[in-house]
């Protein structure tokens, strides 16, 4: 029996298969470019071809996309990433206090007493610090991203750098650069200005204590994690399965909701061969006039997204 997590998000769309001991047997990575749809057919391909005959005791959702993706595989659970996060993070360790998470668009911090999520706060809004922005500087250096944090930790000195928004780092990183500062330590620098960023706004007010958790796409950067330590007086750990924790998170908790079914709503891998065809219109039942977003697959319309007041969400086809 194995257990489906799926994470849509805007940069990546990530899935896990847990095995009975929610042990990780197989994690994929897909870009979701814009097509959340697509990018999990992508992945069903792949699992499909690796796993067929396999039984699925459960599936779960998170991320940005997770109702469309729900809908489409057939979901036992939908959960926000703040749950899915600290639900994946426990099971690893149930003294996690603090989780920092930075991805490829947006960041977030969750704090936990004793196995319960007591605050969190999220950043949405500014770009500076999380991983397309990286992905940016890193490209506009010439410097590989899986590199990225081997300058920033041997850089000699770490050269002050306006971290408060995306476009004036980069454009104080290009004067730095003006000025003959070497790579190595104005990369350090950028580190050291994004953790002051994350820490000043989306950690103001927050008694963050270890244990500490880094986990998101940004936490393979050993620079990020490093100037964090460094601003925070103390180890930060980064989990073996960092960037896939919110899938990780869906599964688990998927396979709790199907538990107490007693059965599973998962439609299975052959989706991957269905085809899908969405279709917008204007709802003219209030003034709100909410964009809905009709989902067809092989001709069947499978859900509704977009409404505010769940009118037309609600008539979701299982």
Sequence with gaps: MHYLGVDVGSVSTDLVLLDEK????????????????????????ILKTKYEGIEIGAAGTTGSGRHIAST???????????????????????????IIEIGGQDSKIIILNNGV??????????????GSFLDRQAERLDIPIEEFGDYALNA???????????????????????????????IRGLCDALVRNYLNNIGK?????????????????????????????FEVIVPEHYNMMGAIGAAIIAKSAAEKTGKTNF??????????????????????????????????????????CGKWSSKIAI
């Design 117 to 130: 999520v007591t605050d969190f706060a999220m950043n949405t809004v500014c770009a500076a610090g999380t």
């Design 205 to 233: 007010g927050k008694n963050i204590v270890p244990k500490v958790f880094f986990q998101g796409g940004v936490a393979a950067n050993q620079g990020m994690k490093a100037a964090f330590e460094s601003a925070l007086g």
């Design 72 to 98: 489409l595989i057939g979901g036992d659970a939908v959960k926000n990433e703040i749950t899915a996060h600290a639900v994946a993070a426990l099971e690893i360790d149930k003294e996690v206090r603090t």
């Design 267 to 308: 439609k299975g891998f052959n989706l991957a061969d269905s085809k899908f065809v969405s279709k917008s219109f204007e709802c003219e039942g209030c003034s709100n006039k909410c964009e809905v977003v009709k989902i067809h697959e092989n001709d069947n319309e499978v859900g509704c997204f977009g409404d505010r």
């Design 156 to 186: 000699s000195t770490s050269v002050r750098i306006a971290g408060r928004c995306a476009v004036f780092a980069e454009s104080d990183m290009i004067h730095k650069q003006q000025l003959g500062y070497n790579e190595a330590d104005i």
């Design 22 to 45: 929610m042990n990780v047997a197989e994690k994929l990575y897909l870009r979701t470019k814009g097509r959340p749809i697509r990018a999990i057919q992508e992945g069903f391909k």
